[in-house]
């Protein structure tokens, strides 16, 4: 019995490393994302009746690529189909199955990386609402339950297994192409890219809503995407100022909260507690990023700024005037008010309470910030500095009616009941 569950255990391993890889071969094959992924499933179902008996093969990944592509062929033999293409797709697959499982494995790593990139790309259309995006990407790319993703954006099994749904419709139906663009058009989609890994990962590292202050799992899974996709692009410089964004904020997760799983604002975190493996990662992959050419890029300038705070031994060492030219340059790539924002909190940092405030007084017009609950958060943190005490516990108690987090909540609510 203890053979059976670790066999079982090697199987759902192989399967989380796997799974992308075998769905995006079978889509180069088959055309179509859903009937992909059944047969990944299929050939799944195949490892867990053989693989107890036989023993995980060498190459495991190969065994999955090869028993998917048969379920297809089995799949297009036996159904009466007049349709030429589809009789064509059957027949290239006969042709592409090697007869053994090495020399599968060699054709597997020869198109996996480029079979796997189509898949992002292909995941992360611009076709698609974000959400759509987030969803179909952690599904496809990520390995994630329906379940999994519902849990992690708070959402119902059922609404995120109809976006999933409605997504894989939408790409057939718009007949987009699975490949990796060109041009302009690559450009654009790299963005896409990369604004869904950027989601999922904020998603992680402040939770929107819930219980939670963070969830690691998701800021874990965008990094790990992070990993895959510099390793298929090594020259874009984003994707490497992305994923130095990722590891260094996350290098702070142990320090963000408290023995409660209370907030820790960043001035008052044990520095101690930060990951230095996860900070040199972050550090390697922004000069890894600028030494490509992207000194202005706006994740590469936000993982700039990232590193300012990672290099600081002491809260007090934290070069913030450098952070608010940063931003400053950030604001000019990207205008939001948020950066603004953001920009104002280093100035308070640098020059004083004083000097900022006008800054965020101004962001209050904007349409953006009407329910920006950290807007209130900061002029509250501002106000209380400035020794105007009970204007500061109104604007705490604003941010904590708009927040939909419960830590966060809590923690505002805290901080206007504060004696001063």
Not at 152 to 178: E, H
Not at 242 to 260: F, P, V
Request: proline letters at 5%.
């Amino acid at each position: 019995m203890s053979d059976r569950r670790e066999t079982d255990r090697a199987i759902n391993t192989v399967w989380r490393v796997e799974q992308a890889r075998v769905i995006a071969g079978l889509t180069r094959m088959v055309r179509d994302i859903s009937l992909a992924e059944e047969l990944a499933q299929e050939a799944l179902m195949a490892a867990l009746r053989a693989w107890p008996e036989s023993g995980v093969p060498r190459n495991p990944g190969a065994w999955l690529m090869q028993a998917g592509k048969r379920k297809a062929i089995d799949y297009f033999r036996h159904r009466k189909m007049a349709a030429g293409k589809l009789e064509e797709v059957g027949r290239i697959l006969e042709d592409e199955v090697p007869d053994t499982e090495t020399a599968l494995h060699d054709q597997l790593d020869d198109d996996v990386g480029d079979d796997l990139l189509r898949l992002i790309f292909t995941s992360c259309h611009p076709v698609l609402p974000p959400e759509s995006r987030v969803a179909l990407t952690l599904r496809l790319i990520g390995g994630l339950t329906t379940e999994e993703i519902a849990r992690a954006f708070l959402a119902s099994d059922t609404t995120i297994g109809q976006r999933i749904v409605r997504a894989k419709r939408t790409i057939a139906d718009a007949g987009v192409p699975f490949e990796v663009p060109r041009g302009a058009e690559r450009e654009e989609r790299v963005a896409s890219v990369l604004g869904v890994l950027y989601l999922i990962f904020n998603e992680g590292y402040s939770a929107t809503a819930g219980q939670d202050w963070m969830r690691p799992q998701l800021c874990e899974e965008a990094m790990r995407l992070g990993r895959i996709l510099a390793g298929l692009m090594p020259e874009e410089p984003e994707v490497h100022g992305l994923l130095a964004l990722m590891e260094l904020q996350h290098s702070r997760a142990a320090a963000r909260t408290n023995g409660k799983g209370e907030p820790v604002l960043l001035p008052d975190q044990n520095r101690a507690l930060w990951d230095q493996l996860m900070i040199r990662r972050g550090l390697d992959g922004l000069a890894r990023a600028q030494r490509l050419g992207g000194v202005t890029g706006p994740y590469t300038l936000q993982a700039a700024i990232a590193a300012c705070h990672a290099r600081a031994r002491k809260a007090d060492d934290t070069d913030w005037s450098q952070i608010a030219a940063l931003y400053d340059l950030l604001n000019q790539v990207t205008p939001s008010p948020v950066i603004e924002l953001n920009r104002a909190v280093a100035i308070s940092m640098a020059q004083g309470p004083a000097a900022a405030l006008p800054l965020v007084d101004a962001l209050r017009e904007a349409p953006l910030m009407q329910n920006y609950h950290l807007l209130y958060g900061v002029r509250g943190d501002l106000l209380r500095k400035l020794g105007r005490h009970s204007e500061a516990n109104l604007d705490f108690r604003k941010a904590a009616e708009l927040t939909r987090n419960e830590r966060e909540k809590a923690f505002l609510l805290g901080r206007a009941a504060e004696e001063v």
